[in-house]
């Protein structure tokens, strides 16, 4: 059964910089797209970013443009987001998916991980 495993959440202040892991497993990348979302607490859940399967291209949300980065390790079978510039509004449960819809890839999804971040 397909796998994705979050880590690197937790508490950052405002104006920090936080990197997200993903560990994917049972799930051969090729023809996978990864992305990541969110969830805050009282709203849906949001699409942040993706990354194609080959990892030539990235689609992101508007909001996180120039602040969130992701990327993939075929090696590693792993994918990251890296956030800069943190806010208090980018607080939530923060998800990693894999599927074959671009951009919204979500036939799998990991369990989530809680970032906060303080003013």
């Known amino acids: 059964q397909v796998q994705l495993v979050e880590s690197g959440g937790g508490l950052v202040q405002a104006g920090g910089s936080m990197r997200l892991s993903c560990a994917v497993s049972?799930?051969?990348?090729?023809?996978?797209?990864l992305g990541w979302f969110r969830q805050a607490p009282g709203k849906e859940r949001e699409f942040l970013a993706t990354i194609l399967w080959s990892g030539v291209s990235t689609y992101y949300r508007d909001s996180v443009k120039g602040r969130f980065t992701i990327s993939r390790d075929i090696s590693k079978n792993a994918v990251y987001l890296q956030m800069n510039s943190l806010k208090p509004e980018d607080t939530a449960v923060y998800y990693c998916a894999a599927g074959t819809t671009w951009p919204n890839p979500s036939d799998y999804w990991g369990q989530g991980t809680q970032v906060t971040v303080s003013s």
């Open positions: 049972r799930l051969t990348f090729v023809n996978y797209h």
